[in-house]
Each structure stands twice: as C-alpha cells, then as structure tokens.
C-alpha cells in the first residue's frame, strides 16, 4: 500500500488501479477502513475523487472464464513440448542486429584514430607552445 502522502498525489485514475483500494471498496475490514477514514478527514480535498474512483471501481465486473478440462490439457501440452525443445539460435535475425553494432563499432574507431592522430601530430607542436 502506498504511503499515506503518495495518496495525496493520486488522481481518479490512480486510486482506480491501486490494488489496496480496490481490496477497501471491494471488501473493507476493519484496518482499511480506518486508514482511509483518517485520509480523508485530512485531505477533504480528496474525498470527490476518492468517491468518484470508488463508484468506478464497483461498476466494473469481470466475466469469469473458465476453460475444460481437456483444453487445458491442450494448452499445457504445449507449453511442455514448446519448452522441451532446445532453443534454435536464428542467426538470420541476428545478423541486422549485429551489422548495427559493426557500424558502431567502426565509427569509433575512426573517432579515436582521428584523435590519436591529431595528438600525435599535434604533440610536437604543442610542446613549442609551453
């Protein structure tokens, strides 16, 4: 649960998605509800968006799903014969990838030669300048 001041930040869509508020307007003890009892005796300010995020959150209903038994099995077949196998290495995929990093690879090269290059050059001359 989010601290008492992180609370003070919150916006509809916040206490929306916030899971210790669905768990208060959804099924409330004793505990939550003295804690948002107390936050909003001290933030009044909030008690329209807490009201309006508490009405959203019990006008949302989930369909429960439920799958049989025999698609279950299928799924779950799957996933065994998918993990059994050893992974492939796709090499094709790989390859655009990797010619980005040579490409990288090459342009800093070039930028430290150049500069090696120019101290080199450059050496000389600057220790006739101190």
Request: no cysteine.
């Amino acid at each position: 649960m989010p601290s008492f001041y992180e609370y003070l930040n919150y916006q509809v869509e916040d206490f929306v998605v916030d899971h210790a508020f669905q768990q208060w307007v959804h099924r409330p003890d004793n505990t939550s509800n003295k804690f948002w009892e107390q936050f909003l005796n001290t933030s009044p300010h909030k008690r329209e968006q807490v009201e309006e995020a508490s009405e959203i959150v019990r006008n949302i209903h989930y369909r429960s799903h439920s799958l049989s038994k025999a698609h279950q099995d299928r799924i779950l077949q799957k996933v065994y014969h998918r993990t059994e196998k050893p992974a492939k290495r796709n090499l094709i995929a790989l390859r655009p990838m990797a010619r980005k990093y040579l490409a990288v690879a090459a342009s800093m090269s070039r930028i430290i030669a150049a500069y090696v290059q120019r101290l080199y050059v450059a050496g000389p001359a600057l220790r006739l300048i101190r």
